[in-house]
Every structure is written in structure tokens, then in C-alpha cells.
């Protein structure tokens, strides 16, 4: 793995950390360094009350990125395409290529999930609803598709009460920020389920004209979170993508 000649940084969604990927880890090809990150205020990293701005955010990422080796492919998941797309925005020059899966950015001014986030009562309701053990079984439903070890299922909805930074998210991450947003010449990879229930799949068309220099890629029976459902599966295309995004 050392020798591998691609590094594949994958960047977590709300609530989460790192461990989302834990499942699909072991299945990376030799040929790709797979190097899950866990942002400040999520997970078991304290919140760092200097990350106060999508920028200050991206200069963290940026600082975890750059001691990676070379061709570096960065991939975001829900937020974490936010937080890649805003590096983007300020050092190109660190990452070779990107894929964004399902990243939350477009379309928040219709979302409902997000408007009721915009109160702030309802944040720490909606980390409470999520990780309250009692109702872990409607999540389960809602949020996964297929079987998920239990052990990993406990600590994917316990992620959420623990997650400092998961309020902040809000704030942060508007419609008037990806309004904002500048086109980039940056290769990219657009994955998405096609049978996606968070974010829908029509979101791809948004970040098109955000990234002309990309290639699609819609998986038809993967939800949100394949990473965590379909592993193995998951791996191979990731991995699959990286080599055609850095081919761009």
C-alpha cells in the first residue's frame, strides 16, 4: 500500500467521521492509498472555534491534504463535497482531481431537511432524534437499504450526538454560499445513487456547469450511503472513477 500510486482522500458527511468509510477500507485496490479524514468537530476531533468560515474549513482540509503523496484525488461525501468544492475555490493547485458523491451545496433554499435546520432549537433536536437509541430502528429504514453489521450501525447514529460542529453546518453551508461559488477547471468525478433519498439525483445537473472539466458516473441501486451498505462494491468504484477523473 505504501507504493500505491494514487491517493484517495475521502471526506466524511454530517455526523460523521472517518469510520463511515471503515466498512469499504479494506477493500481499496493495492494501487490506491485510501486515507479517510475526520474534520474538526466531528467525531472524536474537538471543535476548533478558529473554523468559523467555509474558507477557515477549507485551510484545515488543505492542511491535512497536502503531506498526502502525489496524484492526490480528493473525494467528498454529503458536506464533505462542501468543504472539497470550497478548497477549490481558494488551492486548486493541492488536489489533482475530485469526486463529489451526493454533496450537499444546490438546491438548499428547497430542501426541507435544511429549512427546519435554520432553527436553532431544532439542531439539537435533530442530533437528540437521530442518535436516541429508541429510534434507531426508523432511521435504519429510512437511511439503509440493506444489511449493515450492528456494531457499525451503533456507532454511525451514536456520531451524531457527539458531533460539535454539526449546527454549525448550517450556517455555513447556504444557498447564498454555493450561489457564490466560481466555476473550476479542476477534473472532477460526479457519483450519485440512483436510487438516492437525501439528495436526489437530479442535483448532478447543478454542479455541471460548477465543473466543466467532469465525468458522471450514477450507480442505479445505490442510497446515500453505499459506502456503508455495499463496501466492496464501493471500493471498485471509487476507485474505478479516480483513474478516469485523473485520465480528464
Known amino acids: 500500500m505504501a507504493d500505491a500510486p494514487l491517493t484517495l482522500i475521502a471526506l466524511h458527511g454530517n455526523g460523521g467521521s472517518a469510520q463511515r468509510f471503515a466498512l469499504c477500507a479494506p477493500y481499496m485496490p493495492p494501487e490506491v492509498h485510501f ?3 475526520t474534520m474538526d468537530g466531528f467525531g472524536a476531533v474537538p471543535r476548533n472555534p478558529a473554523l468559523k468560515r467555509m474558507r477557515d474549513y477549507a485551510e484545515r482540509l488543505a492542511g491535512l491534504v497536502v503531506p498526502e503523496r502525489r496524484p492526490r484525488l480528493l473525494l467528498g461525501h454529503g458536506i464533505g463535497g462542501a468543504f472539497v468544492l470550497e478548497l477549490i475555490q ?3 493547485e493541492i488536489v489533482d482531481a475530485i ?5 450537499v451545496g444546490t438546491r ?13 432549537f431544532m439542531r439539537a ?3 437528540w432524534l437521530i442518535s436516541e437509541p429508541l429510534l434507531r430502528p426508523l432511521w435504519r429504514r429510512l437511511l439503509f437499504r440493506q444489511p ?4 457499525h450501525l451503533q456507532q454511525f447514529f451514536s456520531a451524531y450526538r457527539h458531533c460539535a460542529a454539526f449546527g454549525q453546518m448550517f450556517d455555513l453551508i447556504t444557498a447564498e454560499w454555493f450561489k457564490g461559488l466560481r466555476p473550476s477547471s479542476v477534473p472532477a468525478g460526479l457519483l450519485w445513487g440512483g436510487r438516492e433519498r437525501v439528495l436526489s439525483v437530479e442535483h448532478v445537473e447543478d454542479y455541471k456547469a460548477l465543473l466543466p472539466r467532469h465525468v458522471v458516473r450514477i450507480v442505479p441501486e445505490w442510497d446515500h450511503f453505499p459506502m456503508i451498505e455495499q463496501p466492496a462494491q464501493y471500493a471498485a468504484e471509487v476507485s474505478a472513477l479516480a483513474q478516469r477523473v485523473l485520465a480528464l
Open 35 to 37: 486515507v479517510p479524514l
Open 90 to 92: 481558494h488551492q486548486p
Open 99 to 103: 469526486i463529489l458523491h451526493a454533496p
Open 108 to 120: 438548499l433554499e428547497s430542501r426541507r431537511f435544511p429549512k427546519l435546520m435554520k432553527l436553532p
Open 125 to 127: 433536536l435533530g442530533k
Open 148 to 151: 449493515v453489521p450492528n456494531d
